[in-house]
């Protein structure tokens, strides 16, 4: 069993930016994939961004591409999300997720990674 914590969310004006963090109880951290999403009131949790194992591969959605930054710690069984330039359309709650995988073929579907932190609240306002 993975338990995963997040934290750094909270409220920023457009433009503005925030750095999310994911602390995670394993002594297999590098054994998995790692991985953010969000979902907005209303709407389906959507893949963010994920990263390799060993950090060497990174993936990211469209809408965010050039503006977040994922990176881990392996060291410190920690995953991190640099949000820059931030928009009113990224207010969600943000996800950490963890896939026992340690491959080079992400998968973006929810329902492949296993473990989840409870999320951590993101507002941009206008």
């Known amino acids: 069993q993975v338990r995963l914590v997040e934290s750094g969310g909270g409220l920023v004006q457009a433009g503005g930016s925030l750095r999310l963090s994911c602390a995670a109880s394993t002594v297999t951290f590098d054994f998995y994939t790692m991985a953010w999403f969000r979902q907005a009131p209303g709407k389906e949790r959507e893949f963010v961004a994920a990263i390799s194992w060993n950090g060497g591969i990174t993936r990211y959605a469209d809408s965010v591409k050039g503006r977040f930054t994922i990176a881990r710690d392996n060291s410190k069984n920690a995953e991190y999300l640099q949000m820059n330039s931030l928009k009113p359309e990224d207010t969600a709650i943000y996800y950490c997720?963890?896939?026992?995988?340690?491959?080079?073929?992400?998968?973006?579907?929810?329902?492949?990674?296993?473990?989840w932190g409870q999320g951590t609240q993101v507002t941009v306002s206008s």
């Open positions: 997720a963890a896939d026992y995988y340690r491959g080079t073929r992400f998968t973006y579907l929810p329902r492949d990674y296993e473990y």
